[in-house]
């Protein structure tokens, strides 16, 4: 399933049940090959049915829909209309001890009805300490089946005239209950999709956030400059062309869009034992960055 356009449908189908989604039949999508499939909505599918897309393949940038159904959501009370909170959000970083998983000292969490965007209530959010002290929460959404892959989708809304900035990081983790009752993160993955939301003096209304998991290019620590070079010409990149001469170990990326904020970068070898530099060679107009892969030396 592929569409060589820009699509212009808000979704892919509509499914609809006479009862609940886990009833009877609905969109089933096994083991297809599907690119470019991003209806105006961001969501698959609508309706309250049942939609299921499983080991699906597809180029490494894949231009797809960022969520499955308007119906089907992994959490308990995404609304929150429930009377308390369901669903597992935690506080995770405080100035002291996490004793109360939804009350600390620089943080607290809460259902409120002063600012509902849809429906009654809100999660209410408040932090009371300055800017650059410890806070932090959690959501843990369990996954719903092996080889799961990750989206996300929140409105948010700011209110008052503080300043500064709140970080949306998704990350696979492992949460246990510690011997008070109150969830853990035990392990953590590196960022999956990370996110940075500045707020000035201004008020923000209701905004939504999107993330997803990216699609990664895949090479083997044997793989040489060239090889993962080739791999990276062979992508498909939204917004930008990837060219340059096959058998090279030089990759031009150019931009199919206006931009002039465009520098030379540096990318340092991190884990991955890989380094390199970035030099724009035109900037202003579809500007294009050369990228000069090292050669990858064999893990010892």
Known sequence: MMNSTTPTYPYLADVQANSDNTKGGGLLVDGMFLFNLTPTTGIAVSGNGYASFKDWFSY??????????????????????NSTILDNWFITTDAATVSDKLV?????????????????KPLKVSKTAAGGSPAQYSLAIPASECGSRYAAAFNYRKVGAGTGSIYADMKWVI??????????IKYSSPSISAKTITFTASEIDWTNLGENEEAKLKVTSEATAIQVADKIRAAIYKGW?????????TVIITSTTVS???T?????AGTTD???????????????????????????
């Not at 943080?107 to 600012?115: A, G, I, K, T, V």
């Not at 949460?175 to 853990?184: D, K, L, M, Q």
């Not at 890989?274 to 010892?300: D, N």
Request: charged share 15%.
């Open 264 to 268: 030379d970068s540096t990318y340092s």
């Open 60 to 81: 490494d940038s894949n231009q797809l829909f960022l969520l499955l159904s308007t119906s089907i959501n992994a959490l308990a009370d995404g609304g929150f209309e």
């Open 260 to 262: 002039s904020n465009l």
């Open 241 to 249: 062309v990837a060219g340059g001469t096959p058998g090279t170990d």
């Open 274 to 300: 890989a380094s390199g530099t970035m030099t724009t060679t035109e900037q202003g107009v579809a500007p294009t960055i050369p990228i000069f892969l090292p050669k990858v030396r064999k893990p010892e």
């Open 104 to 120: 600390g000292t620089n943080l607290s969490l809460s259902l409120s009805s002063d600012f509902a965007k849809i429906g009654t």
């Open 175 to 184: 949460v246990e209950n510690n011997t008070s009752g109150i969830p853990v």
